[in-house]
Each structure stands twice: as structure tokens, then as C-alpha cells.
């Protein structure tokens, strides 16, 4: 991959630049600066922010421009992350799954009717979107997909039950995998509807995190009927379309991470040249110098990683396998680096609030951190893929109490 920057790319970077600088909402760009507190109030934030972004052409870059996009390049999202993290401007969070995910699969498989109405209404944030895949038995395994849509003609009836639908609550429309033939191999009885949030029959409940915020929930279906019309592609072509959102998910929608990640650490070295240990301050202690480094190494490593992903991908013209690679080391990588976190900043690093060291950014990313070693297929599934599809071993026995089946398909079998 050629690194060095083309003079377009350099006036790409002058125009995110130049934006920004103008339109940074009020207080943002110090590192004193913090999100605004609860989830409500970042949701609230966000939709406003976002909406401003989006005005200008800077959601959905990456998108064709016959979509509204920009077309832009996989070298000029990096440059839009960077610039972003560059000024500490509010990250983009709240249609994540919208632009990322439901854009990229209604444009792959959807007719050209679909495209035209909800893929505009997505880069101008007016509808934000929720993915409804996991169920209670069916996360890793997704195969297991019980949720039932009954094909009643020119309607379907849904009933049941999906979990952890992140801003389910919040959402417009969400990505509905559910079945629709229970006469075949499971994988093949899926389909994959588009579904407005305010039909009736749709009860979301949020469900409390560990850090406080009620950012995903449990979502019941109750004999909501749903116009055939929000069918995605073919009827059971669900499992296709969905192996679609997921190499999104666990690709290119995380190219701005690293560079996140980047500012995180830039304050945990701010935070350890002002905390002490045994009468030194941490940054010249010889044994936190040492984690210090590492997780500096580490960083460069994932950024490594995220590059030569993105040169697959250039070159296979979609997001592979590699993208469990890069999922697998970025969210233990974010775990050390939090736990690092905590044992820096030391007690002061634990505490929530105003007064607590990074005003509760060291708790609150340190809880965060375990959700992202499940959120998009968990660690064994990210091994489970790598051993299999990417090193080419034999698929290996899950092992399950006697009388029960162990876990075939998964969610991670994009
Ligand atoms: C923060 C967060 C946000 C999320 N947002 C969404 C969302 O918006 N929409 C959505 O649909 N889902 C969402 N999820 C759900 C997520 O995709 C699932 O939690 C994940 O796929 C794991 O499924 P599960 O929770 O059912 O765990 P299970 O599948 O029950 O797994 C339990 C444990 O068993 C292990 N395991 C399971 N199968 C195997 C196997 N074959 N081999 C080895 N080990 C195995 C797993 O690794 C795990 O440790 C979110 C999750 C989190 C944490």
C-alpha cells in the first residue's frame, strides 16, 4: 500500500480541516473536554451534530456518489478519522449502524425503490436505524434465528424476541433477520427485512449496562404486521444479506478506531506524568514505562493491521475475513490498554464524576472495554473464523454437556 499522500488527498485534508475549525461545537476540542454525561443527552447531542455534519457532505463518505456519498477513497475515511480525532470532535455515533451497516446492505441487495427511499433519509440523519440480529439463543449462533415472520401474502405477521438491539429505543427502522421457512437447513429459512420502529406490535426495553447507560435492549414482537414491501432482496435470502452488514460491521466501520485509540492514549500519558507512585510520577517509573511502551507498540500494530485490511480490500473489492483479524486484536488490545489505565491513574482512576481523575473517562472506557470483546461476534467466534476460514484448519467439535448440541453457525460467519 502506498502511504504517502496524493495532492488531492492533501486538499482533502485542507477541506475536513477547514471545517471543522469552523463548526467544532462550542467547548469540544481540548482534552479537558468530555462527552456530555448520560446517554439521553449524547443522543440529543449527536442527532444535532451529526445533522450539521451530514448537511455538508460529511456522513457517509465512503458511499457511492449515485447514494448521496462522496465516493470517497478507503485512504480519504482515514484522513476524515484523523482530522476528527486531530481536533477532539464528537465522534459519529448515533446512525453507526445506519450508515455503516444498513446503507452499505439495502445498496448491495436492495431494489433500486428501497435505495431511493431509504438510503437519503440515512446520510441526512433524519431516520436512524438499529440492527435486530441476536435473539436470546441465537448471538454466536445466529443460524438459530427464531423470530418468525409468516408470509400472509401481501403482509408478514412477526413475533418474537431480539437482545441487545443497541438504540432500539431511539431508532426509526431496524434490520430484521427473522425466519420464514422452518422446513429447511436453518441458514436457509432466514430473511431479512427493513422494519419501521412505530408499527404496533414493537415493544423495545431498555436494558441497563454496567456503566449506567441504557444504551441497548430487548426487543418484543408481538404480532406486528409488516408490509411485504420492507422485504430486503429474496424471500430466505437472510443469511446472505446479513453475512453482508457483518463484514461491515467488523471491517471498515472501524477504520476511525485506531485513531481514537490514539487520543486515549495521548491522555493516559498526560494522566501519567501527573499521578505519583512510590514518589515518582508514574510516566518516569521504570515498570509503568515499560506498559506505557507496549501499549504504544500495540497501537501501531492495530494500525498495521487496519492497513493491510484495508489493501485486502482494495484488492478483493469487499471486506473479508482479515476483518476478524483486526476485530480480535483491537478490542484486547483496548482491554489491556484500559486495565493499564486503572492501574496508573490508580484509585482517583476509578471513580465516576467531576472531581475523579479524566472526570470517570478511565471507569467508564475500562467497563466499556469488556462489551467490545463480544459486540460484533465474540473473541472464540473471531478464533473459531480465523482458525478455520483464514488459517484453513479443520473445523473443530464444540463440546456441549451430553444431551445438548454445541453451537454450529454463528454470528461470526461472515
Ligand atoms: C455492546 C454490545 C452491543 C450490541 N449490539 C447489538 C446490536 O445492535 N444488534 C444485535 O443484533 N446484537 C448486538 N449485540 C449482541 C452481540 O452480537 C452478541 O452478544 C454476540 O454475538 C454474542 O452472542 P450472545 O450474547 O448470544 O452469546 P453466546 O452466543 O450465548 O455466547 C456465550 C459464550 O459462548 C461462546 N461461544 C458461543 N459459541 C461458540 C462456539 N461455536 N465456539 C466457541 N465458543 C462459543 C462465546 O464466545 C461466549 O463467550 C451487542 C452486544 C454488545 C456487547
Known amino acids: ?46 442527532k444535532e451534530w451529526e445533522a450539521k455534519l451530514a448537511k455538508d457532505g460529511w456522513v457517509g463518505i465512503h458511499w ?32 453507526f449502524v445506519g450508515t455503516n451497516l444498513a446503507g452499505p446492505t439495502i445498496m448491495a441487495h436492495g431494489t433500486e425503490e428501497q435505495k431511493k427511499r431509504y438510503l437519503p433519509p440515512i446520510l441526512s440523519m433524519e431516520e436512524i436505524w438499529c440492527q435486530g440480529f441476536s435473539e436470546p439463543n441465537a448471538g454466536s ?22 437482545i441487545w438491539t443497541s438504540f432500539a429505543h431511539v431508532a426509526d427502522w431496524c434490520l430484521l433477520l427473522c425466519r420464514t421457512d422452518t422446513s429447511v437447513a436453518k441458514h436457509k429459512g432466514l430473511s431479512y427485512l427493513l422494519v419501521d420502529m412505530k408499527l404496533p406490535g414493537i415493544d423495545p426495553r431498555p436494558l ?7 444504551e441497548f435492549n430487548e426487543v418484543f414482537f408481538t404480532d406486528c404486521v409488516v408490509p411485504k414491501e420492507y422485504l430486503l432482496g429474496e ?28 487520543n486515549v492514549l495521548r491522555d493516559l500519558f498526560e494522566a501519567a506524568k501527573k499521578t505519583e507512585r ?33 489493501t485486502s480490500i482494495l484488492k478483493h473489492g469487499r471486506p473479508g475475513t482479515e476483518g476478524s483479524v483486526a476485530k480480535l486484536y483491537w478490542s484486547h488490545m483496548v ?14 482512576g476509578a471513580l465516576d464524576g467531576e472531581d475523579a481523575m479524566g472526570r470517570g473517562q ?30 484453513g484448519m479443520p473445523r473443530g467439535e464444540v463440546w456441549a454437556p451430553k444431551g445438548r448440541s454445541g453451537a454450529a453457525g454463528s454470528k461470526g460467519s461472515a
Open 208 to 214: 441497563k449496562q454496567i456503566t449506567g447507560d441504557a
Open 278 to 310: 512510590d514518589g515518582v510520577p508514574v510516566s518516569e517509573h521504570p515498570a509503568f514505562r515499560q506498559k506505557l511502551a507496549a501499549a504504544y507498540a500495540e497501537l501501531e500494530i492495530m494500525r498495521y493491521i487496519g492497513l493491510r485490511n484495508i
Open 235 to 262: 424471500m430466505n435470502m437472510g443469511w446472505s444479506y446479513a453475512n453482508t452488514t457483518l463484514s461491515h460491521e467488523r471491517g471498515p466501520a472501524f477504520l476511525g478506531h485506531q485513531i481514537r485509540f490514539r
Open 362 to 391: 478511565w471507569q467508564r472506557g475500562y467497563l466499556m472495554s469488556f462489551a467490545q470483546t463480544i459486540a460484533a461476534g465474540s473473541t472464540e467466534i473471531q478464533k473459531n473464523i480465523i482458525s478455520e476460514r483464514v488459517l
Open 141 to 162: 449462533d445466529l443460524a438459530n434465528v427464531q423470530t418468525r415472520a409468516e408470509d400472509k401474502g401481501d403482509h408478514f405477521v412477526v413475533n418474537g424476541q431480539k
Open 1 to 46: 500500500m502506498d502511504l504517502s499522500q496524493s495532492p488531492s488527498e492533501q486538499g482533502f485534508r485542507a477541506e475536513v480541516r477547514a471545517w471543522i475549525e469552523k463548526n467544532l461545537p462550542e467547548g469540544w476540542g481540548t482534552p479537558a473536554f468530555k462527552d456530555p454525561r448520560s446517554f439521553e443527552e449524547r443522543v440529543a447531542f449527536s
Open 64 to 95: 457511492p456518489k449515485e447514494y448521496g456519498g462522496r465516493g470517497a477513497s478507503y485512504m480519504e475515511q482515514i484522513i476524515f478519522h484523523e482530522e476528527m480525532a486531530r481536533a477532539r470532535a464528537p465522534q459519529l455515533f448515533i446512525n
Open 335 to 348: 482491554r489491556r490498554m484500559q486495565e493499564l489505565a486503572l492501574s496508573v491513574t490508580g484509585p482517583a
